[in-house]
Nanobody, 123 residues
Framework: QVQPVESGGGLVQAGASLRLSCTDS????????MAWFRQAPGKEREFVAL????????YYADSVQGRFTVSRDNAKNSMYLQMNNLKPEDSAVYYC????????????????WGQGTQVTVSS
């Protein structure tokens, strides 16, 4: 089964920006709402942002609202996360996943996880 592939992570200083990409060619991309989650060492995987299949609806975690923007290009089977004004607490492995059903804040509601991309923000 083809899994999504994330890219774009890196090591940056606080206040910098990064743009993550997720490419998912393993299924009918427009059918799924897609989300970003993140997981820091020793912590639970947490919801970051979600965008609907057509892209008209977005949701964000309170911790990233106003700093992060999720978007998608269905012609490229890709989703993006523009992260501005990064903080050390944003450091984590970032994953993309396709929403199956249920509460969008729960990782159990998602299938087809990628391997993740590391984001590290130094103070």
């Amino acid at each position: 089964q083809v899994q999504p592939v994330e890219s774009g992570g890196g090591l940056v200083q606080a206040g910098a920006s990064l743009r993550l990409s997720c490419t998912d060619s393993g299924r009918k991309f427009t059918y799924y709402s897609m989300a970003w989650f993140r997981q820091a060492p020793g912590k639970e995987r947490e919801f970051v942002a979600l965008i609907s299949g057509i892209g008209g609806v977005t949701y964000y975690a309170d911790s990233v609202q106003g700093r992060f923007t999720v978007s998608r290009d269905n012609a490229k089977n890709s989703m993006y996360l523009q992260m501005n004004n990064l903080k050390p607490e944003d450091s984590a492995v970032y994953y993309c996943a396709a929403h199956r059903s249920g509460n969008i804040h729960h990782s159990d509601s998602f299938d087809y996880w990628g391997q993740g991309t590391q984001v590290t923000v130094s103070s």
